[in-house]
């Protein structure tokens, strides 16, 4: 009896422990599949990146995207300091960790760092496989040739990384709703429009499709030379051409407001006396954009909304 006992008992612990192992086996099995799910991969322009959600240690190399992530409240860790638009200057607090210039990276900085993120756009695109061998790096340069539906998928997937997906459709939603009422009224005054970026004494036009192309392609103003090249730099013009396309509006962005060390000097610049012939002088409609918004953090929740109500403000 005391056998048969002893026997019942030793089965009973058996099994008992057989299904803790399971047990143990399944809870492991569920911690790894949970593990998994807090992973993002994101297909971009170099390649496809995983990385962490919710990552602790960013590193931003694009001020647009900077500028979103300021205004989902979303904390970074390091960021090139030297030539920060004026409305993001709180991060040259020594809080933040220099990241060194947007065209050259401090690799052995970022290394100490241990980021779990670093982002980056076109001026660092030569240096992605070196800062993706320090951590995973997600290319994230706006695309100007479809700039809104750029501008949104590097927004959803911002809001997808740090677990902002309401914020930005609101945000996405309130932008749109700005662009719709700005498109109307820039048919309604079916005027044209020429936008200059001026640097050194030296001006370049923008066209449809081109870096500040929004203008027209998003905005509505027709284009007073459909026929500019679309570059990066843009096509360098003279002081005759602007008096030869005679635009009703001639927006200006001035590099020399934003770069480090420069003052605003566009207006000397541009508005000489074969310029002042032009309609849009002699109307009173040369209009200086705010080149923080327009030259250095372009497609940013913030700027995108701001430039919108910039060119809106413009329209007579």
Not at 7 to 14: C, E, H, K, Q
Not at 23 to 29: G, K, L, P, Q, R
Not at 101 to 128: A, T
Not at 154 to 168: D, P, Q, R, S, W
Request: with cysteine; aromatic share 8%.
């Amino acid at each position: 009896m005391n056998k048969k006992l002893a026997l019942f008992f030793l089965i009973v612990t058996m099994a008992i422990l057989t299904a803790a192992c399971g047990n143990d086996s399944t809870t492991a099995d569920a911690g790894d599949e949970a593990s998994k799910e807090e992973t993002v991969t994101i297909k971009h322009q170099l390649g496809e990146t995983t990385v962490p959600k919710n990552p602790e240690k960013v590193v931003v190399f694009d001020y647009g995207v900077l500028d979103s992530l300021d205004k989902l409240g979303v904390e970074v860790t390091a960021l090139p300091q030297a030539t920060l638009p004026k409305y993001l200057e709180k991060y040259k607090d020594s809080k933040y960790q220099n990241a060194g210039g947007l065209k050259e990276p401090d690799f052995e900085g970022i290394n100490e760092i241990g980021p779990d993120l670093i982002i980056i756009s076109g001026r660092q695109q030569d240096s992605y496989e070196e800062l993706n061998e320090i951590a995973p790096t997600l290319y994230m340069g706006l695309d100007d040739s479809r700039y809104m539906e750029s501008y949104k998928e590097n927004a959803k997937t911002l809001g997808e990384i740090f677990g902002k997906e309401a914020e930005v459709e609101a945000e996405v939603a309130e932008v749109e709703k700005a662009i719709e009422s700005l498109h109307a009224k820039a048919t309604a005054a079916d005027k044209n429009a020429l936008i200059v970026l001026a640097n050194e004494g030296n001006l370049s036009a923008y066209g449809p499709g081109s870096r500040f192309g929004l203008l027209h392609d998003v905005f509505g103003l027709k284009a007073a030379d459909e026929n500019i090249e679309v570059s990066t730099h843009g096509q360098n013009v003279s002081f005759e051409y602007l008096l030869e396309k005679d635009p009703d509006y001639l927006f200006v962005v001035d590099r020399g407001a934003v770069v480090e060390g420069g003052q605003p000097s566009a207006k000397s610049i541009v508005e000489n006396k074969l310029v002042k012939n032009t309609k849009a002088v002699k109307n009173g409609n040369v209009v200086y954009l705010n080149a923080d918004y327009w030259y250095l953090s372009g497609g940013g929740l913030t700027s995108v909304a701001e430039m919108v109500k910039e060119v809106e403000a413009a329209l007579k």
